[in-house]
């Protein structure tokens, strides 16, 4: 018990990322503001839509990154 307890307290401090080519879900991109968040069309520009990893989307690792390229290349694909 003493053990466990001891092993919860022990902080844990990550020192920093193994960097680009190990990463498995980039920061940045496209804002969600221009986009229509029902058809993924940009709202100045008619007939171009972007989804999944150009958006500015960024999800826990774990099969959110997926689901948001999946969910938003289906809604891009209703509306065309
Ligand atoms: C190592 C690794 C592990 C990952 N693990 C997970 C995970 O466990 N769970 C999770 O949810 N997410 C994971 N991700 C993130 C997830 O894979 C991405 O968020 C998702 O695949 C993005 O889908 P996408 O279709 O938007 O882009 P992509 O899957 O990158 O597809 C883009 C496609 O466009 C093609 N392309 C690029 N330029 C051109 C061009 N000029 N002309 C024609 N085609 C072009 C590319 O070849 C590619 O096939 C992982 C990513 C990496 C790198």
Known sequence: AEAGA???RWPFHPN???GFA???VTVGGISTANLSSQ???AKSVPG???????????????GYNFQWAWA????AGQAL
Not at 51 to 56: L, N, P, R
């Open 48 to 62: 171009l839509y972007a989804v999944g990893e150009a958006v500015d989307v960024t999800g826990w690792l774990g």
């Open 39 to 41: 058809t993924m069309m």
């Open 16 to 18: 920093g990322t193994e």
């Open 22 to 24: 190990k990463a498995e």
């Open 6 to 8: 001891r092993l919860k």
């Open 72 to 75: 938003s290349g289906y809604a």
